[in-house]
């Protein structure tokens, strides 16, 4: 027929090509169940976003009845007696990374749940600050459990320190005042010493600690916490000593 166009397949296919896809026409009706369906899967993993970001959800959480509780892998039978007074510090250290890094505030948006995740965080540093440190776990101990406050105002007159070591202290007082006219190299060995000796009676008051409060003697714990904090007292001082300066002070 004279003016007809044929088409070949070949031309055919390339002028589909040349338009791109084929689009739904506007006026094809919208699947509402398809919606539904699409609604409920986002609100769905919303949830499951705010649920993990909760810090009252998360497995992890601790309990924090007591400093103990809060580390139950290190701690798992409590405070002495029914544990021992001395235990790993590095496993202890160990969990309490991994709380921080779970409870870390800066991974919770503004809000109820940064709020609560910063609580949780302060009281976290605040079990292993305690805990890692021998005086600072004894004083607790006696506090918490027992109601023995060694950091009262008053403590000086209701737990008083014994002659002994108070003539202990004022032995190592003097022999650093004696140090202002001693030449200066003289003067650091002899500090260097009671550094060391000090070093020692910390260790020994621990370990007297370790056994009485294993064995339930509170009467005994609280005495050797007193000492302790002397002890730990005279150890900054003669860290901070410098010749020509005379005495240390200790702090009671």
Known sequence: MQGAITLRPQRLMSSVRARGPLSYSPSRPIC?????????????????????????????????????????????????????????????????????????????????????????????????????????????????????????????????????????????????????SAPVAEAEATVARLREENATRIEETVDKLHKAFDSGDIETAQRETVRLRFWYSLRDGLREWEHGHGAIRIVH
């Open 32 to 180: 509402l169940l398809c919606q539904q369906k699409q609604f409920t899967s986002n609100t769905l993993k919303l949830a499951s976003q705010r649920q993990k970001v909760n810090p009252s959800s998360n497995p992890l959480t601790p309990d924090i009845t007591n400093h103990y509780t809060i580390f139950p892998n290190t701690l798992p039978q409590g405070p002495p007696p029914n544990s021992s007074f001395s235990f790993d510090t590095s496993a202890l250290r160990r969990e309490f990374l991994q709380l921080q890094n779970a409870f870390h505030p800066d991974k919770f948006p503004q809000g109820p749940e940064k709020q609560r995740s910063e609580a949780l965080s302060s009281r976290i540093n605040d079990a292993y600050r305690t805990l890692i440190d021998p005086l600072s776990r004894a004083q607790y101990l006696l506090s918490h459990f027992h109601g023995i406050d060694v950091l009262a105002e008053d403590s000086a007159q209701t737990h008083p320190l014994d002659s002994e070591t108070l003539m202990e202290v004022m032995d190592v007082q003097e022999a650093v005042e004696e140090l202002s």
